[in-house]
Nanobody, 114 residues
């Protein structure tokens, strides 16, 4: 199983980014729960947003109303649309897929700075 994130980068406060996570080596991707986590320097990894196999979503309070998670099972891809970005959103963002076992991507850096 391989998860590959893309879409990170440097953005000014108030800007937007869209992260993508492409999965390979998973036969039944639609059955997996998926999510995005982030880890800032000196902090623990935290859940940003998740979307279940049934499409139910959960968001961290800090991103509600600004971020949106979605998935395309045919493309085996999970997305995270991030709007109104703040400096405190700066972190390495990791994709997760789970179905009894957790799988992680390598992470993509998001930096929000003027």
């Amino acid at each position: 199983v391989q998860l590959v994130e893309s879409g990170g980068g440097l953005v000014q406060p108030g800007g937007s980014l869209r992260l993508s996570c492409a999965a390979s080596g998973i036969a039944f991707f639609s059955m997996y729960g998926t999510g995005w986590y982030r880890q800032a320097p000196g902090k623990e990894r935290e859940l940003v947003a998740s979307i279940s196999s049934g499409g139910q979503t959960v968001y961290a309070d800090s991103v509600k109303g600004r971020f949106a998670i979605s998935r395309d099972n045919a493309k085996k891809t999970v997305y995270l649309q991030m709007n109104s970005l703040k400096p405190e959103d700066t972190a390495v963002y990791y994709c997760n897929a789970n179905y009894g076992t957790n799988f992680w991507g390598q992470g993509t850096q998001v930096t929000v700075s003027s």
